[in-house]
């Protein structure tokens, strides 16, 4: 097919479902044939961790290094060569940043292909392996030597990220009087903290890093570093411009949507990175001195630990200029993993305003004229964090069959002119921020002369050496994000959303699976639309067009902060279309407007709308989208402009909900109203068959546990909807140990599983039961509770994704059973403490709930009786101490 004739069917496509409905035909043209290019040469390079020379064969591997030199070479002799560089297994410990430029770059239809060799999983590390340890004392802490330019905000302890050491004011006994002031804290009334912060050195003081969950904003997680303590005042002096970003930002006019303060006085919920605090599994890094310090958990040998520490914050940097772009280059079935993002240690610190992005300058940053005086233009400039793999000024990039694993910034970031990018078939896990950045926000008009400075500064590494004027050619285009799995990211900075998109044309985002997520699943358009509503729609514009977000998979989001969706959308999401009169033209307006489509959304039961349509947003057409188990509202907004098509959709919750303002105008029809817990014949088979990973046409999807989050109501059913992911054609299904045939695995996320008569929620399962047992999952309805509330969609791995749990001591679960043995589930975490377990009313046996890691761990095991007597019994669980006692289910 020829591109001229992509382009038009790509067109026909958008436009022609919205035509038809006036009864237009519209047709395209035909395909010329193209003529066959003559046959490139092949050419096949080998590298591995321990390769050298320039051989680059099979038997003589090169290094990294040394295979992108004879890239460039076999390149400079033969531009149009096919050339493909095979990684051996191991991991690829880089020095410096792996950085890839114009002349890294294949030819179109001959791209450079890095791919893993056949069986091997390389990984792109940025990190150095901590080796050397010693026992200090009988303290539990063990040191080891680093170099001393040592500075890192993660640690990876046999392949999972360890918590920084840390604990809570709390439990240092901190009474919590302390008075905020414009530069900190007075903590004077409070002798406890005296005497902490009175025990450490001033550089010590330095260190201590505080944390503000929803201080800014339930949606945000603010951090701030103190600077220094004076003892004989009792004067906290935090760090700047952090401390004044967070407690005494400028405000601005024509706002449609907040970005608040915190009250000086509001005191941290978490002290972090002092060697005071290191608790079990914890670390402390003393980079001046050179020494590491880690504690290990009940159960770890030191000797057996494998520790890395990152060195490394941009990991791969494939960068170009607008000029001379970089491109044609593949990347396939490699890892990149263990590098960091230091900047939230600097004094700026992480003043978070939504979305990972935050202010790191003055406190009218981004503001441009709607503040006074005037801050930052263009307006929602905010500081986005660093990506440790990054793509600017490109074409014809491939990233596919990857993993984005043990990150600290975000994942992946494109922008600045990157054309026709492919993100497919990878998995991002383990990621302290977003997993995807797509887009700049310092180039929502990038045609405007005045805006180039801050581009060039902001959104490209090459900045100083583009000599191409800045225009329409910076233009994020044609990005393709499909069949990736995106889970447990934001485990540092817990306002990400799976996936940030700002400002670009003909992005499709589409059969990805997002879930574990801590806030919003899909972003687009963060902060742009603050100033703009239906009675100011056009205080600020952007070049968005033609984007979609079509048959994504999302659920278990929003499961530490709120006021997000599965789906957020703010600000401008078309270029206008105009008709012959002057009048905008709404048929090809709405076809260049936002294509949220086919989704499916559930568990999500802390969201205000799971398709929010906030701050100015306009021109979006929400259709065949399918919301359960999903919060408030299943689509609305605050203060939006309007122009949305709310159409064809199956929603558990109510549509068209604008507490704030209402939009211009809106048009919902064909909707369906489903239950909260829907049953297979509540939902088109064919809208989950086209939903997630791999419900299109490419192979092979990640590969993740199979695991189940949602099975709809068993009772009077001779058939369920279970929801859940990794499903594939051989994942079996069992009711309790007994495999279940004829199940109908319609996508990687949902199947309709046939049941017998009887049969609970907890015996359906991916794992056969152990034989002669049965789980009771905790809303089972034979359990009694007193004191417990139901919880669900937390997204720490609950089972059955709900708990209950009780705050006041006292409260209890109680279950009856026939059996001869029963263990209780629960959770272990640091704001749980003791429960009593007593049987028959026998003598109450005290058992902890704290983990011995410092670590949150669900639906474990937390007491298992001994043998029991056949017959029937009676289990009563109590909680005694803690912030929160949780309870998943029994084992009988």
């Known amino acids: 097919m020829s591109p001229q004739g992509s382009i038009t069917r790509r067109l026909l496509r958008r436009v022609g479902p919205i035509a038809a409905a006036l009864g237009l035909i519209l047709t395209a043209p035909v395909a010329q044939p193209a003529t066959a290019a003559p046959t490139a040469a092949s050419v096949t390079l080998h590298a591995s961790p321990s390769g050298a020379g320039s051989t680059c064969s099979s038997s003589a591997p090169c290094s990294l290094s040394g295979a992108q030199e004879a890239v460039r070479t076999h390149l400079a002799a033969d531009g149009s060569a096919d050339i493909t560089v095979l990684l051996a297994d191991g991991a690829y410990r880089l020095s410096k940043t792996w950085s890839l430029g114009p002349a890294d770059s294949g030819t179109p239809g001959h791209p450079v ?35 001393s330019s040592s500075n890192s905000r993660q640690l990876y302890v046999d392949g999972r990220k360890a918590p920084i050491a840390q604990a809570t004011p709390a439990s240092l006994g901190f009474r919590g009087s302390w008075t905020g002031t414009s530069t900190g804290y007075t903590i004077s009334g ?67 949507g907040g970005l608040p303060s915190m009250s000086p006085n509001t005191m941290p919920a978490r002290i972090e990175n002092a060697q005071a605090l290191i608790g079990a599994g914890q670390w402390f890094l003393d980079g001046p001195g050179g020494t590491l310090y880690y504690r290990p958990s009940a159960g770890q040998q030191m000797s057996s630990l494998t520790v890395e520490l990152p060195r490394l914050e941009t990991l791969v940097r494939g960068a170009g200029t607008l000029a001379t772009p970089i491109h044609d280059i593949t990347f396939s079935g490699l890892q990149f993993s263990h590098a960091t993002w230091n900047a939230p240690s600097t004094g700026a610190g992480f003043s978070d305003v939504q979305s990972n992005l935050r202010m790191t300058a003055a406190n009218n940053q981004g503001m441009c004229n709607f503040s006074n005086p005037a801050g930052s233009c263009p307006w929602g400039s905010l500081t986005q964090p660093l990506a440790n793999v990054s793509i600017t000024a490109s074409k014809n990039i491939t990233l596919t069959g990857n993993r984005f694993t043990g990150l600290g910034g975000a994942g992946l970031g494109v922008m600045y002119g990157a054309t026709n990018t492919l993100i497919q ?18 180039d929502p008009l990038p045609t405007n002369p005045s805006d180039a400075a801050g581009i060039k500064q902001n959104c490209t590494p090459n900045g100083a050496s583009e000599t ?108 206008y279309v105009y008709k012959t009169d002057g009048t905008i033209d709404p048929v090809q307006t709405l076809a260049k407007g936002l294509q949220v489509t086919g989704n499916v959304a559930y568990n999500g039961p802390t969201t ?18 399918i919301a359960f188990r999903a919060g408030d509202k299943s689509h609305g907004g605050c203060s939006p402009t309007g122009h949305f098509w709310i159409t064809g959709n199956y929603f558990s919750a109510g549509i068209q909900s604008y507490p704030c303002a ?231």
Request: with cysteine.
């Open 425 to 442: 078939g990878n998995e991002f896990t383990d990621i302290a921020s977003t997993a995807l950045l797509l887009g700049c926000t310092y």
């Open 608 to 625: 205000n709308f799971t398709y929010y349509n906030d701050a100015g947003s306009e021109w979006i057409n929400w259709q065949g989208n």
């Open 113 to 147: 292909v890095w791919r893993s060799a056949p069986g091997a999983h390389p990984v792109i590390s940025g990190a150095s392996q901590v080796t050397g340890w010693t026992q200090r004392g009988s303290s539990g802490v063990w040191s080891a030597p680093v170099p």
């Open 662 to 892: 209402q939009p211009v105008d809106t048009h919902a029809s064909g909707n369906t109203t489903i239950p909260a817990n829907p049953r297979p014949a509540d939902l088109p088979n064919a809208l989950l068959r086209g939903a997630g990973a791999g419900s299109g046409s490419f192979t092979p999807v990640p590969s993740v546990p199979a695991k189940i989050y949602y099975v709809s109501p068993t009772a009077n059913a001779t058939e369920v909807l279970v929801a859940g992911e990794g499903f594939g054609p051989a994942t079996p299904v069992y009711i309790g140990t007994t495999p279940v045939a004829d199940v109908t695995r319609l996508s990687s996320g949902f199947m309709i599983v046939p049941i017998p008569a009887g049969t609970s929620a907890g015996q359906i399962s991916v794992t056969p039961q152990v034989p002669g047992s049965i789980r009771l999952n905790d809303d089972d309805g034979a359990i009694t509770y007193s004191g417990y509330a139901y919880a669900d969609g937390r997204s720490y791995g609950d089972h059955r994704n709900d708990v209950h749990y009780a705050t006041s001591n006292g409260s209890t679960a109680s279950l009856t059973f026939t059996g001869t043995r029963v263990t209780v589930y629960g959770e272990q975490n640091t704001d749980q403490g003791n429960i009593g377990i007593s049987i028959d009313g026998g003598p109450q046996q005290v058992v902890t709930t704290l983990p011995s890691d410092g670590v949150r761990h669900a639906n474990v095991a937390v007491y298992t009786s001994g043998l029991l007597s056949s017959g029937r019994h009676t289990i009563v669980v109590t909680k005694l101490s803690g912030q929160y006692s949780t309870l998943d289910g029994f084992t009988v």
């Open 468 to 575: 191409a004027t800045i225009g329409t050619n910076e233009i994020l285009t044609g990005t393709t994000v499909a069949d990736n799995v995106i889970h447990h990211i934001g485990t540092d900075y817990p306002s990400a959303s799976g996936i940030t998109l700002l400002f670009s044309r003909n992005t499709t985002i589409t059969r990805n699976n997002l879930y574990d997520l801590p806030y919003t699943g899909i972003t687009a358009g963060v902060i742009q639309g603050h100033v703009n509503q239906a009675t100011t729609p056009q205080n600020t514009t952007n070049i968005n067009s033609s984007n979609t977000i079509s048959n994504n998979i999302l659920h278990d989001y929003l499961s530490v902060r709120s006021d997000g969706g599965a789906v957020y959308v703010e600000g401008h999401q078309a270029q």
């Open 190 to 256: 409070d002798p406890a903290a005296m005497a902490w912060f009175g025990s450490l050195t001033a550089s010590q003081v330095a260190g201590v890093e505080f944390g503000y969950p929803g201080g800014n904003g339930p949606w945000t997680d603010s951090r701030c570093r103190v600077a220094s303590f004076t003892a004989a005042s009792g004067a906290l002096r935090m760090s700047q411009p952090c401390w004044t970003n967070v407690t005494a930002r400028a405000s601005y006019s024509q706002a449609s």
